[in-house]
């Protein structure tokens, strides 16, 4: 099933109900939406050392592509297929380091680059070793410290992120930390795409997020449009915990108290005074949908104040809103709506890029 939605926000509907009802529908967005875009994978740390090996699952659930992350001994880092170019079976199942790359089920072996070594019991065999005998590289990038991955995204990952680079490129990300006591991971039984429609919007904060509600400034709630992604610009109310900008940055003078940045398809990067959290929407099926929530602490002091101090609350009562609109899609009655046009404009830039890629 494929939708257009209008350009002009002030005639446009959303996206029809069966949309996100279709089985079909969440297969076809598999290969046309998230195999074309970047994944955030993890930070470099596990990586640090040369002879490291993280094997992953691209987006586990949707995806389910096996890869793996090296570093070779010349220090260079690497994104391969996980998958034995003999019979198909995972080559590393599990982190180390390591030298080279053993598949245990017949022995072929193969360099942290990815390239063929050796073969027992293969004498005699016609034009041997070839080039698809060598792990095949996949498309990764870096930022900052984190690490990305895809199977065939449209653009580099620096053009796709770059809006946010120039943001808050003035924050020293890599002194972030990762924080693993702090991270969640919640199963909201809606369709991911209900989740993100949530997310791009703060027209229901008055509604749904009494707290938050009560540390931002909602009059001067704004967001800002770019390619692949846009910027929720959370202005806090006076006394509230805000960003120190440099006097140099296009937000001096403002209470700026988050900057929510989502990433399209499913990335939504959320700064705070404190630090940042990443969350990671995964498609599981037209119902359930996972989203982890990864924290960075920078300054421990003010993780538990202003907008970013009280996350697990605001997942809550956003599960609890996305979760009835779940059930009120599968009326029969309801088809199509409207978008407010100040508030809604991150909503309707989603549904736009769905379109475009649904139809490419």
């Known amino acids: 099933m494929q939708f257009e939605i209008h350009e002009d926000i002030r005639q446009a509907w ?22 074309r875009s970047w994944q955030w994978i993890t930070d470099d740390e596990p990586l640090k050392a040369p002879g490291s090996v993280m094997p992953f699952t691209l987006l586990d659930g949707l995806l389910n592509e096996p890869l793996l992350f090296t570093r070779d001994r010349e220090d260079a ?27 245990r089920y017949h022995g072929r072996r193969f360099g942290l680059d990815g390239s063929f070594q050796y073969m027992p019991e293969f004498e005699g065999v016609c034009d041997f070793p070839g080039v698809t005998d060598h792990l ?17 995204p449209i653009m580099p990952l620096a053009d796709w992120i770059s809006p946010m680079t120039d943001r808050v490129g003035f924050l020293p990300l890599t002194e972030f930390r990762h924080a693993p006591e702090f991270g969640r991971e919640y199963l909201v039984r809606g369709h991911w795409a ?12 008055p509604y749904i997020h009494a707290a938050l509600n009560d540390t931002l400034n909602y009059g001067d709630y704004s967001t800002e449009l770019f390619r692949n992604g846009n910027l929720q610009l959370g202005i806090g109310k006076d006394g509230e915990s805000c960003f120190d900008l ?14 929510y940045f989502w990433i399209f398809p499913n990335l939504m990067f959320n ?12 498609p599981i099926s037209p119902e359930v949908t996972k989203v982890k929530f990864i924290p960075y602490v920078w300054r421990p ?15 809550r009562e956003d599960e609890a809103v996305i ?21 809604e404009l991150g909503t309707h830039q989603f549904h736009r890029l769905l379109a475009e890629f649904l139809a490419e």
């Open 194 to 205: 209900l989740y993100v429609d949530n997310y791009l919007e703060g027209f229901h904060i």
């Open 271 to 282: 700064f705070y005074p404190w630090g940042l959290s990443i969350n990671v929407v995964r």
């Open 14 to 35: 959303t996206p029809p109900s069966e949309w996100y009802r279709s089985v079909e529908s969440f297969h076809q967005t598999r290969e046309r939406v998230f195999a």
């Open 246 to 259: 440099p006097v140099d940055h296009q937000d001096f003078g403002k209470n700026v108290s988050a900057y």
């Open 136 to 152: 095949p590289g996949a498309p990764w990038g870096q930022w900052a410290n984190h690490l990305f991955a895809g199977v065939a």
């Open 77 to 103: 880092l690497h994104c391969l297929s996980n998958v034995c170019t003999h019979r198909g079976n995972l080559v590393c199942e599990g982190a180390t380091v390591a030298n080279s790359l053993r598949c």
């Open 323 to 343: 979760e009835s609109v779940q059930r009120g899609i599968q009326s029969r009655f309801y088809q199509r709506g409207r978008y407010a046009p100040v508030r």
């Open 301 to 315: 002091e003010l993780r538990d104040i202003g907008a970013g101090g009280d996350l697990d609350r605001v997942e």
